[in-house]
């Protein structure tokens, strides 16, 4: 009996089993993944709902912005560019973000038309002018504009309350409407020669807002399916108004194309995991260039935004046309290179050995003229930077250019006199690029060995127009872009926020060699800027400094080390300066002797101040305490400021608090006691 119901309960179980497979239908629903379709299916049937949505899904379509910025008339990769985005004719748009029309020589030369010819072959649909765009003066850049065949889009610079440039527009791409606006920096007020841009005013951070907010809602009002924001504004914390400021308080940006503070893309990230809002950049220099792939439904209503960036270098196929052109370009600058700009009488030393361990008279011509162009206290260049000589006889444009090749631009800000003299203490080392040449002072030094065994110099003294710098006063300093951002060494000067920005190192320099002509040239060779001080044995201290009295001289006696004094000679204008291989006693005691044998003892007392706050040790100051040039032998100051000033770093720990040992361990005892309560319950009900 009991077999025969066994029987009977297993046969039921293998036809409710079998019932059940014949029933079910299992189907995994297609989905978007990344833009292909995946589909997954276990049986041969699909269901009328899951035929409509894979229809759905293969209706959707994808569209491409391709983008530039920050190029700064670098254009040797273009053909590379144009040969990749070839493939994606028709589907396609190709937009810049600025700082385009000015840079290098070959944009220079031309005024930016060359650029400007070569945006036109390229097929760009619209730029946002950057602050450089702005060189050549604001009517030049609108007729590069014209001449590139593209629209200028900026819907916050105006003039006279309207807009100065084009402010949208709206291309139709695979029946997809991509509305685009343009939004320029404020900075430009101030980031070009200030002569270039009167009368356009560039907004407030306020106005900026709303003006885009505006220009979302009208393009949305004339049917645009994407809104695109070109935008010159970058992420620099300097910066009153970023990209990420707009991104956040406008509403109905797909996609913001930025550009200005040279970013990459991966900086971007944190802020494109948050937002609907993409923002895209591609550093600088067309090392790469930006590719944004964004997915619509069958209605145009966009799905997803992909911004991504493609290396240039990693690209081999160039498109022959570009190529040619920009071959083209070149060789019809010869004429422009053989222009004659100047002449001099003398020949001008490039050579890089010594513009990278000592001054010549053309690091002298070029920082001059980069006071010239400014108006600034100090103008600081690196040695690096030069880099060929200048015969006597005249000059062309080619020679001025084979000197500065770079197209690094004239920069002010305003830095404080520690971090001048921790700059120079830094930099100053034989066949070390970042050697500084200077105008607008004069640095008395010495020479040391550091304990790599390299030649260095560190400074005694420092006169900026004619008097002792003041390590705590502000000097408003003229140095190259590359400089100012920290390069060569100079990293004290990378966060002080940039107070104007003005014309290329080689259009300064022509326009200062046809100014001042072959005697301002001859006046600059005479000048001497960076002297290495003289050393004076002790024992002959008496007799110089005797001298000095004798002739109506005052004397003042400074530490400069433990074991050197500073002596400072002074009479009405005239000063002059050396060290004595002695420590400030022994001076003071020389000097005394001498007051007493002259006119008994009427010398003013001598100062215990150190000279100069140096750091005698390896001389290489770096900025990054508070330095306040008060503290003997001390190269960047006591360190008891917070870090947040320019120029300084964090000198101090924070505190930490701390937790007594008696509460964690109390909390231990409690966490042991209860699991053996448990472990003993569970013995019990085992």
């Keep these: 009996m009991m077999r025969k119901d066994y029987n009977k309960l297993i046969s039921f179980i293998c036809m409710f089993l079998l019932s059940i497979s014949l029933l079910s239908t299992h189907t995994v629903k297609a989905e978007t993944i990344n833009n292909p379709i995946v589909e997954i299916e276990d049986n041969l049937t699909l269901q009328d709902e899951d035929i409509i949505n894979e229809a759905e899904l293969a209706a959707n379509k994808e569209i491409v912005l391709f983008h530039t910025n920050d190029t700064h008339s670098r254009v040797d990769a273009f053909p590379k560019v144009k040969s990749y985005i070839k493939a994606f004719e028709g589907n396609s748009l190709l937009l810049d973000a600025g700082d385009t029309f000015h840079g290098q020589s070959f944009a220079t030369l031309e005024n930016g038309s060359s650029i400007a ?62 509305g685009i606006l343009g939004i320029a920096t404020p900075e430009t007020a101030y980031k070009t020669n200030p002569l270039n841009v009167v009368g356009l005013d560039f907004g407030t951070k306020e106005s900026i807002i709303a003006d885009a907010q505006a220009a979302v809602d009208a393009l949305k009002a004339q049917g645009a399916n994407v809104i695109v924001a070109l935008a010159h504004l970058g992420i620099d914390p300097t910066s009153d108004v970023k990209a990420t400021d707009i991104a956040e308080a406008v509403n109905g940006i797909d996609v913001m194309i930025d550009g200005h503070s040279h970013s990459t893309l991966d900086k971007y990230e944190e802020f494109n995991a948050n937002h609907k809002t993409k923002i895209t950049s591609t550093g600088n220099y067309l090392e790469s260039f930006g590719e944004v792939k964004i997915t619509l439904d069958n209605e145009n209503n966009v799905l997803d935004v ?69 108006g600034a206290d100090i103008a ?39 971090d001048i003299i921790d700059a120079l203490n830094a930099t100053m080392a034989k066949l070390n690029g970042g050697f500084p040449h200077f105008a607008g002072m004069n640095v008395l030094t010495e020479e040391y ?36 951002a920290g390069g060569d060494n100079y990293t004290m000067f990378g966060n002080y926020p940039t107070l104007n920005e003005y014309s290329a190192l080689d259009e300064a320099l022509i326009k200062y060699i046809s100014k001042v ?131 300084k770093g964090n000198s101090t720990l924070p505190e930490t608090g701390g937790t007594s040992p008696i509460i964690p361990a109390a909390l231990g005892f409690i966490v042991i006691l209860a699991g053996v309560v448990v472990l003993k319950k569970k013995d019990k009900t085992a």
Aim: glycine residues 12%; without cysteine; proline residues 3%.
């Design 306 to 374: 992909k911004p991504g960036n493609v290396l240039t270098k990693n690209l081999t196929e160039e498109d022959a046309e570009i190529k040619g052109l920009i071959d083209g370009i070149k060789s019809g600058q010869e004429v422009i290179l053989n222009e004659i700009v100047g002449e001099t009488p003398i020949d001008l030393d490039g050579v890089r050995e010594n513009v990278r361990s000592g001054h010549t008279n053309l690091g002298r011509l070029i920082t001059s003229a980069m006071l010239d162009e400014t």
């Design 380 to 418: 600081i260049t690196n040695g690096g930077g030069i880099r060929d000589s200048i015969k006597a006889g005249q000059i062309t444009k080619g020679n001025v250019i084979a000197v500065l090749p770079f197209g690094n631009y004239i920069v002010t800000k305003n830095v404080k006199g520690q």
């Design 117 to 178: 010819k070569l945006l036109n072959a390229m097929g760009y649909s619209a730029m946002v002018p950057g602050n450089h765009d702005f060189n050549y003066g604001q009517d030049i850049l609108k007729s590069l504009g014209v001449e590139a065949n593209l629209p200028l889009l900026a819907v916050n610079v105006k003039k006279d309350g309207a807009v100065a440039y084009d402010d949208v527009l709206i291309k139709e791409v695979n029946g997809v409407k991509v």
């Design 449 to 484: 060995v550091d304990e790599a065994g390299k030649a260095r110099w560190r400074v005694v003294s420092i006169e900026v127009n004619g008097a002792p710098i003041d390590a705590e006063k502000m000097y408003t300093l003229a140095t190259n872009d590359f400089m100012a």
């Design 517 to 647: 002509g072959a005697e301002g040239i001859i006046a600059v060779d005479a000048e001497v800027r960076l002297v290495e001080a003289e050393l004076v044995e002790i024992e002959s201290l008496k007799e110089r400094l005797t001298e000095a009295v004798e002739t109506g001289f005052e004397v003042e006696l400074t530490k400069h080390s433990e074991d050197k004094t500073l002596v400072v000679l002074t009479k009405d204008e005239e000063r002059k300066e050396f060290l004595v291989n002695g420590t400030l006693a022994n001076a003071e005691a020389v000097l005394e002797e001498v007051n007493k044998e002259l006119n008994g003892g009427g010398q003013v007392p001598p100062t215990d101040e150190p000279s100069i706050d140096v750091k005698p040790g390896d001389g290489a100051g770096n900025g990054s305490g508070s330095g306040n040039g008060s503290g003997s032998n001390s190269g960047n100051g006591t360190g008891n400021d917070s870090g947040t000033e320019p120029g």
